[in-house]
């Protein structure tokens, strides 16, 4: 099973920008792909971005797009999240999570513990 560990979350002003590392270790397979969340408190967690792990596929939400961008460095399995322009609405818990991509859906089935974004105005 693979461990995921985020990391580069903190305080940031608005305007300004931040990245995010999803780092994996153990097995991973070329299939999955590696997703970004976020959550508000009191809120369900909301698909970002994912990316295979070869970068040859991505999605970006419209809610961060433009803003926010996902690559992946294969060779190191760690997956980023590049935030610019963040604003105060973007303060969450950001999670990543690799899945397995059905027919219809991805199933996502490891979690990271999660890092923390905070923005001020």
């Known amino acids: 099973q693979v461990q995921l560990l985020e990391s580069g979350g903190g305080l940031v002003q608005a305007g300004g920008s931040l990245r995010l590392s999803c780092a994996a270790s153990?097995?991973?397979?070329?299939?999955?792909?590696v997703g970004w969340f976020r959550q508000f408190p009191g809120k369900e967690r909301e698909l970002l971005t994912h990316?295979?792990?070869?970068?040859?596929?991505?999605y970006v939400s419209s809610s961060v797009k433009g803003r926010f961008t996902v690559t992946s460095d294969n060779s190191k399995k760690v997956v980023y999240l590049q935030m610019n322009s963040l604003k105060p609405e973007d303060t969450a818990d950001y999670y990543c999570a690799t899945g397995v991509e059905t027919l219809t859906q991805i199933r996502w089935e490891n979690w990271g513990q999660g890092t923390q974004v905070t923005v001020s105005s």
């Open positions: 990316i295979t792990w070869s970068g040859s596929r991505t």
């Open positions: 153990g097995r991973t397979f070329s299939s999955e792909v």
